[in-house]
């Protein structure tokens, strides 16, 4: 297919063309996320490994998807690369992501009116092919969600043992 054809791509055709560049760098691709604004779009890439990703690999990775045409066409010449970790606060972006971090706090936002709400937080208890089941915070009870429901998830970190497990070390 000609490249001056490629239009409209989907979030699906960007990972197509973003995770070959990643996986050469010795990285794996965590979730993008497209942010169309007034006058510029935002292609943010986010980047893990089973070893530290650093600085350098974001440079590279950004710099290697510079030159990837297909993403220069369909987001316009004026546009802004972000390449960086997922953080410790990472959001999910898929449901796989999330068995790593069974009996960890997620933050949930759901699309919809879930029993009279969108947020929810509560401990990680299980997850399967389509949904996951936190222990909320607030009523201790068990609460189903769809993951196709679910608008945002995110890690939701305890900094203060964070902190108190960085301040140990020798």
């Not at 068990?142 to 902190?163: A, G, H, Q, T, V």
Request: net charge positive; proline share 3%.
């Amino acid at each position: 297919m000609p490249l001056f054809c490629i239009k409209n791509m989907n979030i699906d055709d960007y990972k197509n063309i973003i995770r070959p560049v990643v996986v050469r760098n010795n990285c794996y691709l965590w979730g993008i996320e497209i942010l169309r604004g007034k006058k510029k779009n935002t292609l943010r890439v986010y980047i893990d490994s089973k070893n530290n990703v650093d600085i350098n690999d974001c440079e590279v990775i950004s710099k290697d998807l510079s030159y990837e045409p297909e993403i220069d066409i369909n987001l316009g010449d004026n546009y802004t690369l972000e390449v960086s970790t997922p953080g410790i606060d990472r959001k999910f972006f898929e449901l796989s992501q999330l068995t790593d971090y069974l009996g960890e706090e997620i933050e949930i936002k759901t699309k919809t009116l879930n029993n009279g709400n969108r947020k929810f937080l509560g401990k990680l208890l299980r997850c399967n092919k389509t949904c996951i089941v936190i222990l909320e915070t607030k009523s201790l009870t068990e609460i189903k969600f769809k993951f196709s429901d679910i608008d945002l998830c995110k890690l939701k970190p305890d900094y203060n043992n964070l902190m108190r497990d960085s301040s140990n070390g020798k």
